[in-house]
T-cell receptor, first 111, second 115 residues
Framework: AQSVTQLGSHVSVSEGALVLLRCNYS??????LFWYVQYPNQGLQLLLK??????LVKGINGFEAEFKKSETSFHLTKPSAHMSDAAEYFC?????????FGSGTKLNVKP | GAVVSQHPSWVICKSGTSVKIECRSL??????MFWYRQFPKQSLMLMAT?????????EQGVEKDKFLINHASLTLSTLTVTSAHPEDSSFYIC???????????FGPGTRLTVL
């Protein structure tokens, strides 16, 4: 079965601090993995994707994620949070022509 | 720029009426498009896969007769919520695949409120 689990529905960090959003997956075949960001009342915007090439994936706005097969994880990080990073983040898995989304993590950035 | 558009961006309707939401692929002829529903503070749930020129494929638990999907052209898919009720109030998002890439391109969403 395919599934995505995001640990922590809410994460709060100070501006300038490290951002770490956790994502674990379950997949019966090698997965394609994605991180999307959603601002209020908007659709989803792709941050980055893993498609079986390099395990460390760099995305837009300074975000990156590392695919760890042994841990079935694809955590999202950013070295220094900006106020503009406050949004909801979704981890997603793509297999068999379908997307499976995690429940989302709302990131709050404190000044 | 946006590659998928949705219209309207928000709609309020009375219980019992039907609402049509359009999803357009602006830069790509999409034989397949997807419809998702997102309840407040929840994730996206795939409702159905819209197939150009053929019937849509619905996910388990989604009522085909209530959520009518039409994909009459390679750039347009429509979702009609028939006899809408307050529990149908949600954020509806469509997407298309990225051709050879597995990336999904999402529309900006449509906020439906049923009174």
């Amino acid at each position: 079965a395919q599934s995505v689990t995001q640990l922590g529905s809410h994460v709060s960090v100070s501006e300038g601090a490290l951002v770490l959003l956790r994502c674990n997956y379950s997949s019966s075949v090698p997965p394609y993995l994605f991180w999307y960001v959603q601002y209020p009342n908007q659709g989803l915007q792709l941050l980055l994707k893993y498609t079986s090439a390099a395990t460390l994936v760099k995305g837009i706005n300074g975000f990156e994620a590392e695919f760890k097969k042994s841990e079935t994880s694809f955590h999202l990080t950013k070295p220094s949070a900006h106020m503009s990073d406050a949004a909801e983040y979704f981890c997603a898995l793509y297999n068999f022509n379908k997307f499976y989304f995690g429940s989302g993590t709302k990131l709050n950035v404190k000044p | 720029g946006a590659v998928v558009s949705q219209h309207p961006s928000w709609v309020i309707c009375k219980s019992g009426t039907s609402v049509k939401i359009e999803c357009r692929s602006l830069d790509f002829q999409a034989t397949t498009m997807f419809w998702y529903r997102q309840f407040p503070k929840q994730s996206l749930m795939l409702m159905a896969t819209s197939n150009e020129g053929s019937k849509a494929t619905y996910e388990q638990g989604v009522e085909k007769d209530k959520f009518l999907i039409n994909h009459a052209s390679l750039t347009l898919s429509t979702l009609t919520v028939t006899s809408a009720h307050p529990e149908d109030s949600s954020f509806y998002i469509c997407s298309r695949s990225g051709g050879l890439s597995n990336e999904q391109f999402f529309g900006p969403g449509t906020r439906l409120t049923v009174l």
